[in-house]
C-alpha cells in the first residue's frame, strides 16, 4: 500500500503555437527513478507512412522514454493533427517546425540532443541536422534519396488508378510528374502533392548533406537486397567521415510495417533500437 | 467562430487514450464521436477525421476523435473492432465531463469502424445518432435472405429491447454472425442513422444489400465514383458537407 507509485511513463498530448498555426505535439517525460539521458526529437514520416507507423513511433518513444530519454514527437504543419492542408507544406516550413520543437525540448532536457527519424523522417533529420547540429541521428529505414521518395509516393496513385481508372489517368511517374508541373499540385491517394513540396523533397540527398560529427544509426530490414544496402552504407559511412560523423549500420530482419497492409509492428526493430541505446549509456 | 482544440489524456480500465476534441465557440448541445476503422488512427486516411472536425466544429458540433487501446498513440495491446465497447463508451464519458453541457452523441465511423459505432449505439441512450461510412459487414460474402424472423428466437422481441431504454441487458450475442449482430443492432436502436456508401467501394454495396434484405430504417447517400475510404478532397469535402447538415437537421 505504502509502495512508491512507480507507474509507467505517461505521455503527454499538446498542442502549442507556431507560425503559423499551431502544431499538435506528445511529450513522453523520462522515467523518474533512471538517470536522465538527454533528449530525443522524433521526425515522423511522409503523408500516409505517417499514420501507418505511428504505434511503432509510439512504442518506441515508450522504450526510449522507460530508459531516461525525454522524447517529443511533434506533428509538422499540414501532418497528423497539426494545422494547416498537406498542400501548403513546405520544407523549410517543416525545417522551422524542427528547430521550434528543439528549443521546446531541449528547455525540458539540459542533455544531449538526439534526432530520429523515420522513412523520410530520416531525411528531413539529416538535412535539419546539418543546420542546427546534435549529438546524434537514430534513422529508422530511411530514405537516402528525397526523389525516390517521391516516386514511391506517386506510384500509389498509379496502382490505385490501375483499380478505378480513368480514360485520361496518368500511367507513369514521368507523366504523374508533368501533370504536378503543369497544374502545381497532384493528388495521391487523398493527399495533394503541392509541386514546391516536391521539388524541395526531389533535391535532397542523404550522401551530399553535411552531418555534424557525431553518432549515425542506421537500422534497415535488410530485405530485399542486403548487398546493395550494405553498399550503401559503406558509401555513405566514407562521405559523412570527412564531415566527421561515425555511421553504425544496424541491419535486421523485419517486417515493413511503413507500407500498406502488413503488420503495424515490428519488434525486431524495437528490440535492435532498444539493445544499442541501453548499451551506449553503459 | 472560434474553435479550442484540446489535447486529451484519459484512461479506459487503466490503460492510457489519448483524444483530441474541437471545442466550438457556442457548441451546438449534440457532439460527434469519430470511432476510427482499422488499422487507422484518429487522424484518419489522408487525414479525413482531421480535416472533418474542421469543417463541423465552425459550424457548432463539437467533434472528439481518440485512439482505442492499442492503436495510435493510445497504451494497451491491439484490439478487435468488436472488442472496444469500453473504449467508446471511456471516450464519451472524458467528452461529457470535457462538455457538460452536451446532451447527445452522434457516432461517426468508417469500415470496421462504424461496425464497431453500430454494435455499441443500442448499449447506450447517450447515443442519438450513428453516421456510418461504408461499414464493413464481414467477409462472409452474400446474405441470404431476412435475418430478422429468426433472429428474434435468439434475443427476444424488439420492443423489449427498445422498453428496457436506457438500461439494455447489453450488447446483441456476440456469437451471432457479424450480418446478424449489426441488422439486430440497428433494429434496436432507436436513434436516426445515416449511411454513407462510396459507389465505387465493395464494401459498401455489400453492406447496402444486407440494408436492403432487412429493409433497416436508415437515411442512405451513395457518393458517386468513391472508394472505400473517401480519398479525394471532392469525395472527403462532400462526406463532411453531408454529415455536418444531417447532423443538425434532427
Not at chain 1, 25 to 48: D, N, Q, T
Not at chain 1, 146 to 149: F, V
Given at each position: ?19 503559423p498555426?499551431?502544431?499538435f ?27 501507418r507507423?505511428?504505434?511503432?513511433a ?5 522504450r ?13 504543419f ?67 534519396s528525397?526523389?525516390?521518395?517521391i ?5 500509389q ?18 507523366a ?8 502545381g ?9 503541392a ?6 523533397i ?7 548533406i ?5 553518432p549515425?544509426h ?22 559523412w ?28 526493430l ?13 | ?8 489524456q ?29 488499422p ?5 486516411s489522408?487525414?479525413?477525421y ?12 463539437p467533434?472528439?476523435?481518440?485512439d ?26 472524458e ?13 461517426w465511423?468508417?469500415g ?5 459505432a453500430?454494435l455499441?449505439?443500442?448499449?447506450d441512450a ?6 456510418l ?19 428474434l428466437?435468439r434475443f ?10 436506457s ?9 451471432l ?18 449511411v ?9 454495396h455489400?453492406f447496402?444489400?444486407?440494408?436492403e ?14 472508394n ?7 469525395w ?13 437537421s434532427?
Open positions: 500500500m505504502n509502495a512508491p507509485l512507480f507507474s509507467a511513463p505517461r505521455v503527454e498530448p499538446f498542442f502549442f503555437d507556431a507560425d498555426g499551431t502544431r505535439s506528445l511529450y513522453h517525460a523520462p522515467a523518474p527513478h533512471v538517470a536522465p539521458r538527454g533528449a530525443i526529437l522524433y521526425v515522423h514520416p511522409f503523408a500516409e507512412e505517417l499514420n507507423t505511428r504505434r511503432m509510439s512504442l518506441q518513444a515508450r526510449f522514454a522507460s530508459m531516461g530519454y525525454a522524447v517529443l514527437q511533434i506533428d509538422l499540414g501532418c497528423g493533427d497539426s494545422c494547416g492542408d498537406f498542400n501548403a507544406a513546405r520544407w523549410d516550413l517543416w525545417l522551422r517546425d524542427l528547430a521550434t520543437a528543439r528549443a521546446w525540448l531541449a528547455e525540458r532536457s539540459p542533455g544531449p540532443m538526439q534526432l530520429w527519424g523515420l522513412r523520410l523522417g530520416g531525411l528531413l533529420a539529416l538535412d535539419f541536422a546539418a543546420r542546427s547540429p546534435v549529438d546524434g541521428i537514430i534513422l529508422w529505414q530511411p530514405f537516402l528525397g526523389r525516390t521518395c516516386n514511391q509516393f506517386l506510384r496513385r498509379l496502382v490505385a488508378d490501375a483499380r478505378n481508372a480513368g480514360p485520361g489517368d496518368p500511367h507513369t511517374t514521368a504523374l510528374r508533368a501533370a504536378m508541373v503543369a497544374r499540385q497532384v493528388e495521391v491517394c487523398g493527399y495533394e502533392l509541386l514546391p513540396l516536391a521539388q524541395a526531389d533535391a535532397v540527398e542523404a550522401i551530399a553535411a552531418v555534424p560529427p557525431c549515425i542506421w537500422f534497415a530490414s535488410g530485405a530485399p537486397a542486403p548487398a546493395r544496402l550494405a553498399a550503401s552504407a559503406a558509401q555513405l559511412a566514407q562521405a567521415a570527412a564531415h566527421g560523423a561515425t555511421l553504425h549500420f544496424h541491419a535486421l530482419a523485419g517486417e515493413p510495417f511503413w507500407s500498406d497492409g502488413g503488420s503495424s509492428e515490428c519488434t525486431a524495437l528490440d535492435a533500437t532498444s539493445a544499442t541505446f541501453a548499451a551506449a549509456a553503459q | 467562430m472560434n474553435i479550442e482544440q484540446r489535447a486529451l484519459f484512461h479506459c480500465q487503466g490503460t492510457s487514450l489519448v483524444g483530441i476534441i474541437d471545442v466550438p465557440e457556442r457548441p451546438h448541445q449534440r457532439g460527434v464521436l469519430v470511432v476510427s476503422g482499422g487507422q488512427y484518429r487522424v484518419g489522408h487525414r479525413h482531421t480535416l472533418l472536425s474542421r469543417l463541423l466544429a465552425p459550424r457548432g458540433i467533434v472528439m476523435r481518440f482505442y487501446r492499442g492503436m495510435g498513440d493510445s497504451e494497451g495491446e491491439p484490439r478487435a473492432f468488436d472488442a472496444i465497447d469500453e473504449d467508446i463508451r471511456a471516450a464519451i464519458k467528452f461529457l465531463l470535457q462538455m457538460p453541457d452536451l446532451r447527445e452523441i452522434v457516432i465511423g468508417l470496421d469502424g462504424a461496425t464497431a453500430s455499441y449505439a443500442p448499449t447517450r447515443v442519438r445518432g450513428l453516421v461510412l461504408n461499414p464493413w459487414a464481414g467477409s462472409d460474402g452474400a446474405i441470404t435472405g431476412p435475418l430478422i424472423p429468426q433472429l428466437a427476444g422481441e424488439i420492443g423489449f429491447w427498445k422498453k428496457v431504454g438500461r439494455p441487458a447489453g450488447a446483441i450475442d456476440a456469437s454472425p457479424l450480418p446478424q449482430r449489426i441488422v439486430a443492432s440497428l433494429t434496436c436502436f432507436d436513434g436516426a442513422t445515416l454513407l456508401l462510396g459507389g465505387a467501394d465493395a464494401i459498401g455489400q447496402a444489400e444486407l440494408l434484405k432487412n429493409q433497416t430504417d436508415c437515411r442512405r447517400v451513395t457518393i458517386a465514383g468513391a472505400h475510404t473517401f480519398a479525394s478532397r471532392e472527403r469535402d462532400e462526406v463532411a458537407e453531408i454529415s455536418a447538415n444531417w447532423i443538425v434532427w
